[in-house]
């Protein structure tokens, strides 16, 4: 199974800031996921980071708000822009397996104060 | 989209008891995924199906699909601490792009 890393693990950031997300895989992967999960809640597709692309938003999201990067086959970075309240969530980064399964990352809690 | 509707959404059971979760879905499931969650963390990835009536198992956790490939249900065996958490089922959304959708979740509390 692969390895994910994400930085930082918590954060907790004042209204109106930004805060940017790492995600690091121990192999190369074609695509990443990355899912915003509120409290209480289940876990909601915000985009799919591929390498030497856009990334592609799910209805409800936009790259204003959530610019992704993805450098290389290892490595992804989602920002929160212009944060509220309503942003405090757990996001997590994902990748697919070599036989359609699919692996999380630990997860990254931001609260916005 | 699809939607899945697990349940029961909280289950509190005796250690050493057996207990079922199941996941429906409103639409035909190309690939079912199971996972557990500890409080505030990442998923742990325990299986995944994608053949009508096909079974899997971990330990002495048994997940199926059933033939028509709408319904999951996750089983587990005699109980224990370490299998409380969260348990969501995911399903990939877009036939093979693995962008998956989750279900709301069981919470599972064993009591000692």
């Known amino acids: 199974s692969a390895v994910i890393s994400q930085k930082p693990s918590r954060d907790i950031c004042q209204r109106g800031t930004s805060l940017t997300i790492q995600c690091q895989v121990d192999s190369q992967v074609t695509m990443m996921f990355w899912y915003r999960q509120q409290p209480g809640q289940s876990l909601t597709l915000i985009a799919t980071?591929?390498?030497?692309?856009?990334?592609?938003?799910e209805s409800g999201f936009v790259i204003d708000k959530f610019p992704i990067s993805r450098p290389n086959l290892t490595f992804s970075t989602l920002t929160v822009s212009n944060m509220s309240p309503e942003d405090s969530s757990i996001y997590l980064c994902s990748v697919p397996g070599p036989t359609y399964e699919q692996y999380f990352g630990p997860g990254t809690r931001l609260t916005v104060t | 989209s699809q939607e899945l509707e697990q349940s029961p959404q909280s289950l509190i059971v005796q250690e050493g008891k057996n207990l079922t979760i199941n996941c429906t879905s409103s639409k035909t499931l190309y690939g079912l995924y199971w996972y557990k969650q500890k409080y505030g963390e990442g998923l742990i990835f325990l299986m995944m199906l994608q053949k009508g009536g096909e079974e899997k198992s971990h330990e002495k956790i048994t997940a199926k699909l059933d033939e028509k490939k709408q319904q999951s249900s996750l089983h587990i065996t005699a109980s224990q601490p370490s299998h409380a958490g969260i348990y969501l089922c995911?399903?990939?959304?877009?036939?093979?792009?693995?962008?998956?959708?989750f279900g709301q979740g069981t919470r599972l509390t064993i009591n000692p």
């Open positions: 995911g399903a990939d959304d877009d036939q093979g792009a693995q962008k998956l959708v």
């Open positions: 980071a591929n390498q030497g692309s856009e990334a592609t938003y």
